[in-house]
Each structure stands twice: as C-alpha cells, then as structure tokens.
C-alpha cells in the first residue's frame, strides 16, 4: 500500500511520488499505464520510481489514463521542470 501522501520536498522523486499517489488513487495498474500512455512498461517504471523525469506528453497521457485533470498534473510538472532546470549548472 501507498504511504499517506507527504508534503512535497525538494528531493529527485518528488513528481514520481505525485505520479504515484495518483496512480494509486486511481486503481489502475503500471500494465495499464504503459498500454494507454504507449510506452514501454520500463519507462512507466522508471517513472514511478524517480530514475526517469517524464515528458510533458507522458504526464498528459498518465493523467487521462488515471482519470486525473491533465492540466492540473502539467503544472506540477512544469513547476517540477523548472526546479531542475535551475539547480542544473548551465554549460
């Protein structure tokens, strides 16, 4: 079972575990996701694990499938986005 969902902290898994919770919420399988996001099921793995930050077209496609508002997951991704992109030394 899914752990209560926590205040959302600074770490690298912050959005997979927000993909989690509404996963959870939505009593749908990684099976599942993979067929309606059409990846891999690794990547949807990946994903819900934190290894892999997902596309702004993945998120869209996971919040249909969870029966989630799409618009409301792409701004936590957006804002996740962003985050990374500011603690990442520019070359």
């Known amino acids: 079972m899914l752990p209560p969902y926590r205040r959302l902290t600074d770490d690298a898994t ?8 509404v996963r959870y919420h939505a009593g749908v399988t990684s099976n599942h996701l993979a067929h309606s996001t059409g990846a891999d099921i ?3 793995y990946d994903v819900l694990n934190g290894r892999c930050f997902p596309s702004r077209g993945f998120t869209h496609r996971y919040a249909r499938a969870c029966g989630a508002d799409p618009h ?5 991704w957006q804002h996740e986005h962003d985050r990374r992109s500011r ?3 520019r070359r």
């Open 87 to 89: 603690r990442q030394p």
């Open 42 to 44: 690794t990547h949807v």
């Open 14 to 21: 912050h959005f997979a575990r927000l993909l989690q919770y």
């Open 72 to 76: 409301i997951l792409l701004i936590a």
